[in-house]
Nanobody
Framework: QVQLVESGGGLVQAGGSLRLSCAASGRTFSRYSMGWFRQAPGKERAFVASLIWSTGSTRYVDSVKGRFTISRDNAENAVYLQMNTLKPEDTAVYYC????????????WGQGTQVTVSS
């Protein structure tokens, strides 16, 4: 089992920045990748960014490229999402997730943290 706890959400004006944190515990030694997803009101949950733990390789959805950065801290067993130049369309509940192997889905999820961007 893997436990994930997100933090760092809040209300920010358009153009502002927020940094989300995700602390992992439990069976984290076998993780393959960690990712951030978001769910806007009335929409399905969608991929935002991911990081392969062993290599540090990252991937982003096109809409956040150049604005968001996913990073990790091995000592803290955490992953972060630095969000800059925020737009109202970034408003959503953001979730952290873990995938234990490349052939598996993201099976472990945090409780989510709300990000609201005002215009």
């Amino acid at each position: 089992q893997v436990q994930l706890v997100e933090s760092g959400g809040g209300l920010v004006q358009a153009g502002g920045s927020l940094r989300l944190s995700c602390a992992a515990s439990g069976r984290t030694f076998s993780r393959y990748s960690m990712g951030w997803f978001r769910q806007a009101p009335g929409k399905e949950r969608a991929f935002v960014a991911s990081l392969i733990w062993s290599t540090g390789s990252t991937r982003y959805v096109d809409s956040v490229k150049g604005r968001f950065t996913i990073s990790r801290d091995n000592a803290e067993n955490a992953v972060y999402l630095q969000m800059n130049t925020l737009k109202p369309e970034d408003t959503a509940v953001y979730y952290c997730a873990v995938r234990l192997a490349p052939q598996l889905a993201y099976d472990y999820w945090g409780q989510g943290t709300q990000v609201t961007v005002s215009s």
